[in-house]
């Protein structure tokens, strides 16, 4: 069975200094974005016009136009596309300005981890993110439809119990967040749950066997708080 198509938000990277630009890229790519690249204003202008990017990461210091000046003249022609400023520039009317025109004023230097939050919040907001069809979940290559009970990674069919099905539902639902363990056994075994709370450490312990076969790991233990899904912090 092959794993169903769905559409993928198109963000496009704006910056001129490539080493940003790829780690960006590297990124989003790992978040299940499709991304396009772009060095210059004028060349970001023109992509938007054909690329049609659900989402704008926009350095304001560019070769050519500054970044700002991008998102007027986007604003001027009519285009809203979420915009998420990226600069080393960060005094107040600076981001007063940047807010102005974005949705987002991120400065140098930056947590990717963050970073990969707030754009995921962004399009979010902006209906762009499968919370249009909320029976599938997405995080980097891993996927859950919930209406038929499948998960893929990789585009390999992962069979799953329903115990360890709504556990990684759960921890799904709230990527990135450290989730404690006794919110895992009223969420997932019920509050009623009166059992051995480790059965949570046996579960998770399933869930990797499965799941993290491949690189990169998604699922990992923070001592003495609980457990979380999200891409390995950068060394």
Do not use: C
């Not at 704006?14 to 990124?27: F, G, Q």
């Not at 500054?66 to 001027?76: A, K, S, T, Y």
Request: proline share 4%.
């Amino acid at each position: 069975m092959a794993l169903i198509e769905m559409p993928v938000p198109r963000i496009l990277v704006v910056d001129d200094e490539p080493n940003i630009a790829e780690l960006l890229s590297v990124a989003l790519h790992f978040e299940g974005y499709d991304v396009a690249i772009a060095s210059t204003g004028a060349e970001a202008l023109d992509l938007v016009r054909t690329y049609r990017p659900n989402l704008l990461m926009l350095d304001v210091m560019l070769p050519d136009l500054d970044g700002n000046e991008v998102g007027r003249r986007l604003r001027l022609q009519g285009e809203h596309v979420p915009i998420v400023f990226l600069t080393a520039r960060d005094a107040v009317q600076d981001k007063v300005e940047g807010l102005a025109l974005g949705d987002d004023y991120v400065t140098k230097p930056f947590s990717i981890e963050e970073l990969m939050a707030r754009v995921a919040a962004i399009l979010r907001r902006a209906g762009e993110v499968e919370a249009a069809d909320a029976s599938i979940l997405r995080f980097a290559d891993l996927t859950m439809h919930i209406d038929t009970h499948e998960v893929w990674r990789q585009e390999g069919l992962i069979e799953l119990t329903a115990t360890e099905f709504n556990l990684l539902r759960h921890l799904l639902e709230n990527a990135r967040r450290v989730i404690s363990k006794s919110e895992l056994i009223d969420n997932v075994w019920g509050y009623g749950f009166s059992g051995d709370p480790n059965i949570v450490e046996t579960y998770i312990s399933y869930l990797r066997k499965k799941i993290d076969v491949v690189e990169p790991a998604l699922i990992h233990t923070i001592r003495r708080v609980g457990y979380t899904l999200r891409l390995p912090r950068e060394a």
